[in-house]
């Protein structure tokens, strides 16, 4: 039986669910924009009427004022997008169970074997749009396929509320005059290296030797290839699966550059701490430490290393991400900080030691533990390292509430 797979994808998805919160929002221009004080101001998300006047997602919020003087700006609320997009699952869960999200407001939905029940996939979509219309106040485009590339790329074809079906007759009309850069994955430098081969739509692509991809590409040549001949295998994950995750990282834009190693400290110190609380909450354990760094002048550099022992403490990791900082660190002001933990292990794969560092770590881990407790309790800014009160500007960062985690990847 040939799949049926929608792709189900939010429509200016933030700025729509704050317009369904405060309804004098719905007739002015409007972005949800980022802190501008803690230097993260760029446009999240744009309304229709923003749109016409060119704005863009991700550029600066003083760019966008200058394209639209009576531009409303609001600020991000994740925890109520978070809200929406559950609501949106449950309503898709009313379908079938195999729902597997990709970002926060993006779900495929895998329903051919809902057929019978629910009537065609065109059919099944105008329903899903019409419900989340009527139930939610906002909106979603759906795009309707038989594998998870085309139905993605039918849902942006056309916006707001609408469905989009790309079949095995048909995507060789649909899909293959678009432009390149429109396939899932080809992002600005794919294409350009794409450009100069003399590849410019998705029906070049599909046309071109895979020899030859593979040589611009190696394996990821071919995989392009496979997308765009419609040939994509991947199954639609049920609702229960849960994300792989391969790693788990924070990284912050801070307040003000980074200029000395206390500064440098203080935020490191946040981000391991929030880098840990997630790995014991996922059931994790690390083997290695990531550190990001960027400039001021927007340069950047990305270092790793080896852990002694696999762990969940901050104190470990931190140490760390600290010496990798300072085998590395560069003259300049640091802008941009980040920490990765990645080589991960399950909890419950432990190896028993009597070393006692290892003990040590363990009753750190176990202190740590209670502080998650007493943060899920009074706010994650309730306990703090002392030397965060040295910069109150820093140590405003909460990177528990400002950053979502999402599905790593496409591939499963």
Same mark, same amino acid.
């Given at each position: 039986m040939e799949k049926v797979i929608l792709h189900s994808d939010g429509n200016c998805f933030y700025a729509a669910c704050e317009m369904m919160e405060?309804? &004098?929002?719905?007739?002015?221009?409007?972005?949800?924009?980022?802190?501008? &004080?803690?230097?993260?101001?760029?446009?999240?998300?744009?309304?229709?009427?923003?749109?016409?006047?060119?704005?863009?997602?991700? &550029?600066?919020?003083?760019?966008?004022?200058?394209?639209?003087? %009576?531009?409303?700006?609001?600020?991000?609320?994740?925890?109520? @997008?978070?809200? @929406?997009?559950?609501?949106?699952? +449950?309503? @898709?869960?009313? @379908?079938?169970?195999?729902?597997?999200?990709? %970002?926060?407001?993006?779900? $495929?939905?895998?329903?051919?074997?809902? !057929?019978?029940?629910?009537?065609?996939? &065109?059919?099944?979509?105008?329903?899903?749009r019409r419900r989340v219309k009527d139930e939610l106040g906002v909106t979603v485009s759906? %795009?309707?396929?038989?594998?998870?590339?085309?139905?993605?790329?039918?849902?942006?074809?056309?916006?707001?509320?609408?469905?989009?079906?790309?079949?095995?007759?048909?995507?060789?009309?649909?899909? $293959?005059?678009?432009?390149?850069?429109?396939?899932?994955?080809?992002?600005?430098?794919?294409?350009?290296?794409?450009?100069?081969?003399?590849?410019?739509?998705?029906?070049? !692509?599909?046309?071109? +030797?895979? +020899?030859?991809?593979?040589?611009?590409?190696?394996k990821w040549g071919y995989v392009l290839w496979v997308f765009a001949n419609g040939e994509d295998p991947a199954p639609v994950a049920k609702s229960d699966a849960g994300p792989i995750i391969k790693s788990v990282g924070n990284s912050s834009t801070t307040p003000h550059d980074l200029r000395t190693d206390d500064d440098i400290k203080i935020t490191m110190y946040i981000m391991a701490e929030s880098v840990a609380a997630r790995l014991r909450e996922y059931g994790y354990r690390c083997r290695t430490a990531q550190i990001n760094v960027r400039g001021n002048d927007l340069s950047w550099y990305t270092r790793q290393g080896p852990l002694p022992h696999p762990c969940q403490d901050s104190g470990e990791l931190f140490k760390a991400a600290w010496g990798l900082y300072m085998q590395n660190k560069s003259p300049g002001p640091v802008r941009t900080l980040g920490v990765r933990a990645t080589g991960l292990t399950k909890d419950d794969i432990q190896q028993l030691s009597f070393l006692p560092e290892i003990a040590g770590i363990q009753r750190h881990e176990e202190a740590e533990r209670a502080i998650d407790g007493i943060r899920k309790r009074f706010g994650n800014l309730s306990v703090r390292r002392g030397i965060l009160f040295t910069d109150p500007g820093l140590a405003g960062i909460n990177p528990l509430e400002d950053h979502v985690i999402h599905p790593v990847s496409y591939f499963r």
């Open positions: 405060r309804p &004098e929002l719905r007739e002015v221009p409007l972005v949800v924009g980022g802190d501008e &004080e803690a230097r993260h101001g760029i446009v999240l998300a744009k309304n229709e009427i923003a749109k016409k006047f060119k704005i863009i997602t991700g &550029e600066a919020l003083v760019v966008a004022r200058q394209k639209c003087p %009576g531009l409303m700006v609001v600020p991000a609320r994740y925890p109520l @997008y978070l809200k @929406y997009a559950g609501l949106l699952r +449950d309503l @898709y869960m009313e @379908y079938t169970d195999q729902v597997e999200a990709f %970002g926060l407001d993006e779900c $495929w939905l895998d329903v051919t074997h809902s !057929l019978h029940l629910f009537g065609k996939g &065109e059919d099944i979509a105008n329903k899903i759906v %795009g309707v396929s038989y594998n998870k590339i085309f139905a993605k790329l039918g849902s942006d074809m056309k916006k707001p509320d609408a469905t989009t079906i790309i079949t095995k007759g048909d995507y060789r009309q649909k899909v $293959w005059p678009l432009p390149v850069q429109d396939l899932m994955y080809v992002g600005s430098a794919t294409r350009e290296k794409l450009r100069k081969s003399n590849i410019r739509t998705i029906g070049q !692509l599909a046309r071109t +030797d895979p +020899d030859i991809l593979n040589g611009l590409f190696g």
